[in-house]
């Protein structure tokens, strides 16, 4: 019984030791991030902080229809008074809506898996489209900042 429990004693300490080296030359073996991945991960990255800008986007085009109708509907002298306000208004509602509208076009043309036969050229695309995330990002962040300049932070 004794050199039962021994040599089962024995077994199990060699298959410890056995999945502890599997899983060494598993991590040695594991490769860094691809190209490929790292662009994915930047797409993901700028996308994600574009998005995070959305909801306040859309607040502050209400905001911004709200104050142009208000300006519409003062008489003739407050009207004119305040016309550069409200063209400053008119302008801060085009770059909000053309900032939502370029972030919903990319998503609708954005292929995530698009030429995933072919690394080469699926790096180019994915440099390509990281590019224009980064683009949307950016006219999101400085619409926003426009926005809090003219209407103030809301």
């Known amino acids: 019984m004794r050199g039962s429990i ?20 598993n991590s040695r073996t594991t490769k860094s991030k691809s190209r490929v991945d790292s662009l994915m991960d930047d797409i993901m990255a700028e996308h994600g ?19 142009i ?10 009207k004119k008074e ?19 509208r370029n972030m919903n076009q990319w998503m609708d043309e954005f292929n995530m898996d698009s030429l995933e ?3 080469a050229q699926r790096a180019l695309y994915l440099e390509s489209e990281k590019q224009k995330a ?3 990002k950016d006219d999101l962040i400085l619409s926003l900042q426009k926005s809090d300049s003219l209407l103030g932070k809301k």
Do not use: H, W
């Open 6 to 25: 021994f040599i089962f004693s024995v077994l199990v300490f060699a298959a410890g030791v056995s999945c502890n080296n599997s899983a060494d030359n």
């Open 49 to 67: 902080a574009g998005m995070a800008k959305m909801n306040r986007v859309s607040s502050a085009k209400n905001f911004a229809v709200q104050a």
């Open 69 to 78: 109708d208000s300006i519409r509907k003062l008489p003739g002298k407050l």
């Open 82 to 100: 305040t016309a550069e306000y409200k063209n400053n208004l008119d302008s801060l509602l085009a770059q909000l809506q053309s900032a939502e």
């Open 117 to 119: 036969n072919n690394p």
């Open 134 to 136: 980064t683009a949307i």
